[in-house]
């Protein structure tokens, strides 16, 4: 088993009497190419059982999930990450043009 998959089993277990137990994932971005990025916040999912939340609030990461969206969180930031890193990439092609 993989260790995300051991820690959302063990936070599931942990959590499953809470009112609305899940995950809660906050990096800072200050300092990093993504500071003062902009995004809109995203939602998927509407059940107790499967939720999935994020938005950048304050140059940081804010993701909420279900006990299972752990690396569907830490996906999303990283897929952030990706496309803002090319993004500036082709911006600086431009430029030397």
Do not use: C
Request: net charge positive; glycine share 6%; hydrophobic share 40%.
């Amino acid at each position: 088993m993989e260790v995300l998959e051991r820690i959302q089993a063990w936070h599931k277990a942990q959590v499953e009497l809470r009112e609305r137990p899940g995950w809660n994932v906050q990096i800072d971005l200050a300092g990093t190419p993504l500071s003062g990025l902009k995004l809109a916040p995203y939602r998927e999912g509407a059940t107790e059982r499967d939720w999935l939340a994020y938005r950048i609030k304050e140059d940081r990461f804010e993701g909420i999930g279900d006990p299972t969206k752990l690396q569907a969180l830490l996906f999303a930031f990283l897929d952030l990450v990706d496309r803002t890193v090319a993004e500036l990439a082709r911006a600086r092609q431009r430029e030397k043009k």
